[in-house]
């Protein structure tokens, strides 16, 4: 059973930072893409960005490009989402995800089959 766990979320003030970390268990990490998603009151879940099982490659929303870069410790079975310049439109429970098969890589928000229990992120303006 996968099992992940997020935290660094918080109160940041628009322009800030914050750096996300999503703790995984339960598969052999390091053969899975992973994602974070996010969710805004009254929105749809979205992906934010994901990465590919050895973090060759990336993929970013365009609402984040440039201002949040996904990175993996494949030897701590962890993702992070570091987040700079955020704004207010940022705000939303941010969630990681992990890729449904090993080896296999989709931007989309259909390729991942497990979330976690989310972490808050709230900026204010």
């Known amino acids: 059973q996968v099992h992940l766990v997020e935290s660094g979320g918080g109160l940041v003030q628009a322009g800030g930072s914050l750096r996300l970390s999503c703790a995984a268990s339960g598969r052999t990490f390091s053969s899975y893409a992973m994602a974070w998603f996010r969710q805004a009151p009254g929105k749809e879940r979205e992906i934010v960005a994901s990465?590919?099982?050895?973090?060759?490659?990336?993929y970013y929303a365009d609402s984040v490009k440039g201002r949040f870069t996904i990175s993996r410790d494949n030897a701590k079975n962890t993702v992070y989402l570091q987040m700079n310049s955020l704004k207010p439109e940022d705000t939303a429970v941010y969630y990681c995800?992990?890729?449904?098969?090993?080896?296999?890589?989709?931007?989309?928000?259909?390729?991942?089959?497990?979330w976690g229990q989310g972490t808050q992120v709230t900026v204010s303006s």
């Open positions: 995800a992990v890729g449904m098969a090993p080896y296999y890589y989709n931007t989309r928000s259909d390729g991942y089959d497990h």
């Open positions: 990465i590919t099982w050895g973090g060759g490659s990336t």
